[in-house]
């Protein structure tokens, strides 16, 4: 008889025993990698959560990013450059400047590469008596728009130039002499049309009159001359007030320069405050992840060997019944010239296939409910994902090996038997 029809006759004869050692084989496999896929689902749902955290980031602080630029637009500049000699005291007290500057000065910083500011807008001011509207007191401020940085892309200005010949009103002026735009008004000896009338602001703008800046230069007799640069401060990394000092003094020794405290440096703080907060919630998800990754590899550490360990046991005891059960088989067989060591083949050989069976339908249904289980979607994609080849091969090499190994024992007392005893007994 050949042996390895001898093999198939012991497996059906047998078929219960055989059934058994299976599922033993197919629970250890199927806890194994029931738990190595749920280990590797929570690893990819963790990158999906700290991606998703990371783009939500991302967008809010390029949301933040533009909303604190139109925010700067509105509430004006927040840097503001005097002249060397400029008493604080003196230009607190009267809201303007006595002294000046020359408008180059502008011109040096637009050329100069500096990265720290934006926005330059240079402009004389300077309180006056409005001769054809009764000795009324205004303020007389001149502007040529903004200039514009030589190593930067051109920005949206934040205060449009005004053209030669053309004036903008302040509320209180235009309100109480009853302008509106398109009207003519004459200042200090010459017309200007009306281009704009602002609205109330509450602030010495109201009572303040723009025309461009070299015709405010010659109409107060200080031709070339500013006595103020109002800048913005770039909101980037290394950009903060001591670095934006440095960099203008470097190129405009002397220069004294003011940070204009306003809602935006509070608004430009909170979205500082938003980044630091998002970064460390970033973080705090990471660690929860981590913690319960390190919670499911201590429940999978002791798991999995308690459950291989029971398999082999179950397997040895299936085994060693099964010697017993057939010791009068095996003397028959021993009389019929079988080897000893052909004995103990058939018996491996059986626990070789009920390993193999158990490792294919056990890693199968493992494989199901670790991906029924995860926090992922159980479609095609998310196995695709999952499955890992070296697992795969992993099981199907150890298990009819551990099943081989658990049934070494019983096989080697199969082998031993004496036919000549095991018959006088029979």
Not at 24 to 45: E, I, K, M, N, Y
Not at 295 to 300: G, M, S
Request: glycine share 8%; with cysteine; proline share 4%.
């Amino acid at each position: 008889m050949r042996l390895w029809r001898l093999i198939i006759k012991e497996i059906r004869l047998r078929r219960l025993n055989f059934a058994l050692g299976i599922a033993s084989v197919l629970v250890a496999v199927g806890v194994l990698t029931a738990q190595f896929t749920l280990l590797d689902a929570h690893d990819v749902r963790t990158g999906q959560i700290l991606e998703k955290k990371q783009a939500d980031t991302e967008a809010e602080m390029a949301r933040m990013e533009d909303d604190y630029r139109k925010i700067m637009k509105k509430l004006g500049f927040n840097l503001l450059l005097l002249p060397e000699d400029q008493r604080l005291d003196d230009f607190y007290a009267q809201g303007f400047a006595a002294r000046d500057m020359p408008e180059d000065y502008v011109d040096k910083l637009a050329n100069s590469g500096i990265m720290t500011v934006r926005h330059l807008l240079p402009s004389i001011e300077q309180k006056i008596r409005w001769p054809e509207q009764g000795q009324r007191a205004i303020i007389l401020a001149g502007t040529r728009g903004e200039v514009p940085l030589a190593h930067r892309d051109p920005l949206e200005p934040m205060m449009l130039a005004v053209p030669p010949g053309k004036a903008v009103l302040g509320h209180e002026i235009w309100d109480s002499l009853g302008l509106k735009v398109g009207n003519t008004i004459t200042l200090l000896g010459r017309k200007f049309e009306v281009s704009r009338c602002q609205p109330e602001r509450g602030t010495k703008d109201d009572v303040t009159i723009w025309i461009d800046l070299a015709e405010a230069q010659q109409l107060l007799g200080r031709p070339g001359r500013i006595n103020a640069i109002l800048a913005l401060k770039c909101h980037c990394s290394g950009a903060d007030a001591a670095q934006v000092r440095s960099d203008i003094a470097a190129i405009l020794p002397g220069v004294q320069i003011r940070e204009v405290a306003s809602m935006v440096i509070t608004r430009a703080e909170a979205r500082d405050r938003a980044a630091v907060a998002a970064a460390q919630a970033i973080k705090a998800e990471r660690a929860h992840r981590s913690h319960m990754r390190r919670e499911r590899e201590a429940f999978a550490a002791w798991l999995i060997p308690m459950v291989t360990l029971g398999a082999a046991v179950w397997i040895g005891l299936l085994a060693l019944a099964n010697v017993r059960e057939r010791t009068g088989e095996i003397g028959i067989l021993r009389a019929l010239g079988l080897r000893s060591r052909q004995i103990m083949v058939v018996f491996l050989a059986r626990a070789l296939l009920m390993g193999l069976a158990g490792a294919v339908i056990g890693y199968g249904i493992g494989f199901a409910v670790g991906l029924l289980s995860g926090d992922l979607a159980a479609d095609a994609q998310t196995a695709g994902a999952l499955f890992k080849p070296g697992l795969l091969v992993l099981v199907l090499a150890a298990a009819p090996l551990l099943a081989a190994l658990a049934s070494w024992p019983p096989a080697m007392i199969a082998a031993r038997q004496d036919p000549a005893l095991v018959l006088r007994e029979g």
